[in-house]
């Protein structure tokens, strides 16, 4: 098979800025542990992420004021993360449970549902407050 076809492409890549970086530091010490004491301490430097690009899909943002409780977010979300609260007739969505495919967004007929750039959320407790949106 002939590589000649997909050389241009490749030289297009090579030519191309890097589309990630060394994230958070260029050298990560043994210890993880022992990196983020120092980085707490600035003793060591760490990376910004490289920018987002536009229409990223990170943590989902929600305005309970402008719902109407008409539920259809939780109807099209494939992966069960939404909750409705009957007292408040209001949302509740389980940002670890959310795959960020951006569907409730786009059916939301009030559009009070957002996916925002934010994209460190990892977490050890998936029902901490930052983990739940309502
Ligand atoms: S972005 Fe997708 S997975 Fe996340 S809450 Fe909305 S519909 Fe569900
Ligand atoms: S689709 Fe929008 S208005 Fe309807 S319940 Fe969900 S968040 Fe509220």
Redesign the pocket.
Known sequence: MSLLPSFPEVLRQFLKKPATNLFPAKYLPPSITGFLRKAAAGEVQVNPPVETPARFRGK?TYDRDACIGCKL?IR????N??EFIPETKTVR?FVTQ????????DACPVSC?H?TDEFMIATENRYSEEMIVE
């Not at 099209?76 to 992966?79: G, R, S, Y």
């Not at 959310?98 to 967004?105: H, K, R, V, Y």
């Open positions: 989902i977010c099209v979300c494939p992966a993360a939404i969505i959310c795959i960020f495919c951006s569907q409730c967004n549902l996916m």
